[in-house]
């Protein structure tokens, strides 16, 4: 799965309103069965809204009892800053913003 992703992740540090972003090896993400892509942006609006359903019904009801699944976000962003905004109300992974935009 390192080859795919690369070894860098990051993952929000705290909770919304007191964060950070931190950048993490690939060696630090979680042990669970269950690895999901989340393919996403700020600018599309079924992207935004969906966030929020996939972290109440299936991101903490799924790791309730403890880690099962994991999500890594894959951005298509085209500003870091609109990048920001959405990739700090997620609990979850993602790739950085960098990254991806790489030419």
């Known amino acids: 799965m390192q080859s795919l992703i690369g ?10 309103g007191s964060y950070q972003i931190s950048e993490q090896t690939f060696d630090q993400f979680p042990q669970c ?8 942006a700020h600018w599309a609006p079924p992207s935004r809204i969906f966030t929020t359903t996939l972290i109440e019904k299936f ?6 009892g403890g880690k099962k699944a994991e999500v890594i976000f ?11 905004r959405n990739f700090l109300k997620m609990p979850w992974w993602g790739i950085p913003f ?4 790489k030419k």
């Open 74 to 84: 894959v951005s298509d962003d085209r500003e870091k800053s609109h990048f920001d």
């Open 33 to 40: 069965d269950y690895v999901c892509f989340y393919f996403g």
């Open 7 to 16: 070894d860098k992740l990051i993952k929000r540090i705290g909770e919304e």
């Open 59 to 64: 991101y903490n009801v799924v790791n309730e």
């Open 98 to 101: 960098e990254d991806e935009h």
